[in-house]
């Protein structure tokens, strides 16, 4: 319970709780010490009670008429408020009266905290071996209550101010320590997304600005990190590119011709051999198809090594034409697509990504998503390219693991300073990517739009 605990709370709390055991260690002293001040002080008065009561015993017993004895007695004692006496079978009010304050009227909790063993104590008196009455104790001790109360008062007002304002000292101390660190852990998580611009605002005690200040400098460190880190991935990409486009270019010099002699030479040997020879005709044949399948299959690795389309047709229509063959693989899927003809505007590198990311996607939903539809979203805007890819077949298994086509793509992505998220949503498997427009695409889509 006390980890789930705030600051301020952790700071507040003790101090409340002390203040509070502070005013009932006050309350606790004060009933003690105070009952006994009055004790001692109406000691003398109710020892006074115990020997007038003794004397007026003697006296009835002594007299040869009790009762005038004890009438004499009781008109003497007048309208004293000390010392009382109350006749057998009448009730008399022995409790203390209230007591006004110019604050008020005493409450009777606080009275009867401090009300005295003694107070109210009677003492029988005797006639003729038959008690007629009682001496009763029962000073006027308002003077006293007075005194106690006002210094009760005293006491819980000054522990009630003294709470309030060290309650304040302590939430302002805690809430001008709170929003520095607010700040660091803001900054710090900004850091964890990989935003190394936006610096913390050093400030608070001096503990916390040197870890804003460190913090700082971790950023900027981790900053120059992330940009030589994306120089070097771009760079791996321009290689891997170079190299893509250098193997093709070997394949289809090298290769192409070759295997369009073989095809050239079986199509003569087809038309020189005899009718009858219907064994070596299909032979020929078998080598005539397996070298239109070659040739097939040499097409579709020179469309993934070098997307030719890009530089001759434009970024929208090469994923078109992307598209179209997918189709053509796939006959029962069905494709569906929205791209933006401004894509046509972005540079070399990205419209690679761009590219390379929608061939990747729809390759692996292709050999393994068993989907019936599928959805290709490409568009632009003024700060990035947003590509998604979505279908409605089985889905990435739990335990996932890139493979390395996705392993490519992220590379691609990073190198960008992209983002590259793999969903689940709504029954379909999504591949969502986002990518920074560089400054001369942002400068040629806003030169079209105006």
């Known amino acids: 319970m006390w980890e789930g605990l705030s600051l301020r709370t952790r700071l507040l709390l003790p101090l409340g709780l002390m203040f509070g055991a502070a005013l009932l260690a006050g309350a606790i002293s004060l009933q003690i010490f105070a009952s006994a001040q009055l004790m001692q002080e109406t000691e003398p008065a ?8 003794a004397a007026l015993n003697g006296a009835l017993r002594a007299s040869t008429n009790p009762q005038v004895t004890l009438d004499a007695f009781v008109q ?82 000054s522990g009630i101010v003294l709470m ?40 608070g005690p001096p503990e916390i600005r040197r870890s804003s200040q460190e913090a700082n400098e971790l950023a900027r460190t981790l900053n120059r990190l992330s940009q030589d880190n994306r120089s070097l991935l771009r760079r791996i990409v321009s290689l891997q590119d170079d190299e893509r486009q250098d193997m093709a270019r070997e394949l289809h010099d090298e290769l192409g011709p070759l295997l369009f002699g073989i095809r050239a030479n079986t199509v003569a040997l087809l038309e020189s051999i005899p009718s009858g020879s219907a064994e070596l005709r299909n032979a020929a044949e078998g080598i005539l198809q397996s070298v239109e399948t070659l040739q097939q299959a040499n097409r579709r690795i020179l469309d993934r090594l070098r997307p030719l389309y890009i530089q001759e047709l434009g970024l929208e229509k090469s994923i078109q034409t992307l598209l179209q063959n997918a189709k053509a693989q796939s006959p ?48 632009i805007n003024e700060r990035e390219v947003i590509v998604e890819v979505s279908d409605d077949g089985v889905g990435f298994p739990a335990d996932r693991v890139f493979g390395r086509g996705l392993t490519g793509m992220l590379e691609r992505v990073r190198a960008l300073s992209g983002t590259l998220e793999l969903l689940r949503e709504a029954g379909r498997t999504c591949v969502r990517c986002r990518l920074l427009v560089g400054e001369s695409a942002s400068q040629a889509q806003g030169a079209k739009q105006a």
């Open 76 to 157: 003497s004692l007048g309208t004293s408020e000390t010392i009382r006496f109350r006749r057998l079978g009448t009730d008399l009010d022995v409790h203390p009266s209230e007591v006004q304050t110019p604050l008020g009227t005493v409450p009777d909790w606080f009275v009867r905290l401090l009300a005295t063993p003694e107070f109210g104590a009677a003492f029988p008196v005797m006639m003729e071996g038959k008690q007629v009455g009682d001496i009763i104790f029962a000073p006027d001790m308002s003077a006293d209550i007075y005194e106690k109360w006002i210094g009760f008062l005293a006491i819980a007002f």
């Open 164 to 203: 309030v304002l060290t309650g304040a000292i302590a939430h302002f101390t805690a809430r001008s320590a709170l929003r520095p660190l607010q700040n660091l852990g803001d900054g710090l998580t900004r850091m964890r997304t990989g935003n190394y611009e936006e610096l913390i605002s050093p400030s």
């Open 332 to 379: 029962d899927l069905k494709v569906t697509s929205e791209i933006d003809a401004d894509l046509n505007e972005v540079d070399g590198l990205l419209s690679q990504t761009v590219y390379r990311v929608i061939q990747e996607a729809v390759t692996n939903v292709l050999r393994h998503a068993k989907a019936n539809s599928m959805h290709v979203t490409a568009g």
């Open 46 to 53: 109710s020892r006074s009670a115990r020997a007038v009561a």
